[in-house]
T-cell receptor, first 115, second 114 residues
Framework: AQSVTQLGSHVSVSEGALVLLRCNYS??????LFWYVQYPNQGLQLLLK??????LVKGINGFEAEFKKSETSFHLTKPSAHMSDAAEYFC?????????????FGQGTILTVHP | NAGVTQTPKFQVLKTGQSMTLQCAQD?????MSWYRQDPGMGLRLIHY???????DQGEVPNGYNVSRSTTEDFPLRLLSAAPSQTSVYFC?????????????FGPGTRLTVL
């Protein structure tokens, strides 16, 4: 079984500041890892994902995440926050192989960006 | 292409009523799934399907039924609604059952059970 823990249910940053959203996972097999963003009253949109290969993954809107196997982490970062980044972010894990799409989500982190 | 569509967007039910949440896709993806989203709990998998005629239970299946007669449609049925089923429901699809494929989400249905 796999699980995902997002540290901090709310993160607040100033516009232009670094964004760091933390995600740790547990999985019995090498996982696939995802970050999704949800804007108010909308569905989830994929930001980025790690499957294989390079451990630093770049996504949309200037976000990136680094898969660190030794730390079982997949933290999401953005060098400079914009007001439009205010949303809820979800980290998710899917077991490797033919997993029939069983995504396990973290609890979510609400990002607030102050002017 | 519409992607993944869900109807209705909002629904209010009384305890004991039944209803069906509709989900449709025009992406010809094999895999479809239903999640519920509750505050502080992320999204939890209710049921999923790896193709027409094949369904299975997820993490929180009690109180819900599904069927998959076509590739395009994957309805979620609440046979006797309970207040604990008040939630936002998302349907998603995925090209195949292989790990690492992206799941695409619909816009959601907000359900309130009184």
């Amino acid at each position: 079984a796999q699980s995902v823990t997002q540290l901090g249910s709310h993160v607040s940053v100033s516009e232009g500041a670094l964004v760091l959203l933390r995600c740790n996972y547990s999985s019995s097999v090498p996982p696939y890892l995802f970050w999704y963003v949800q804007y108010p009253n909308q569905g989830l949109q994929l930001l980025l994902k790690y499957t294989t290969g390079a451990t630093l993954v770049k996504g949309i809107n200037g976000f990136e995440a680094e898969f660190k196997k030794s730390e079982t982490s997949f933290h999401l970062t953005k060098p400079s926050a914009h007001m439009s980044d205010a949303a809820e972010y979800f980290c998710a894990v899917m077991p490797g192989g033919t997993s029939y799409g069983k995504l396990t989500f973290g609890q979510g982190t609400i990002l607030t960006v102050h002017p | 292409n519409a992607g993944v569509t869900q109807t209705p967007k909002f629904q209010v039910l009384k305890t004991g009523q039944s209803m069906t949440l509709q989900c449709a896709q025009d992406m010809n993806h094999e895999y479809m799934s239903w999640y519920r989203q509750d505050p502080g709990m992320g999204l939890r998998l209710i049921h999923y399907s790896v193709g027409a005629g094949i369904t299975d239970q997820g993490e929180v299946p009690n109180g819900y039924n599904v069927s998959r007669s076509t590739t395009e449609d994957f309805p979620l049925r609440l046979l006797s609604a309970a207040p604990s089923q008040t939630s936002v429901y998302f349907c998603a699809n995925q090209r195949s059952g292989l790990g690492g494929d992206t799941q695409y989400f619909g816009p959601g249905t907000r359900l309130t059970v009184l």
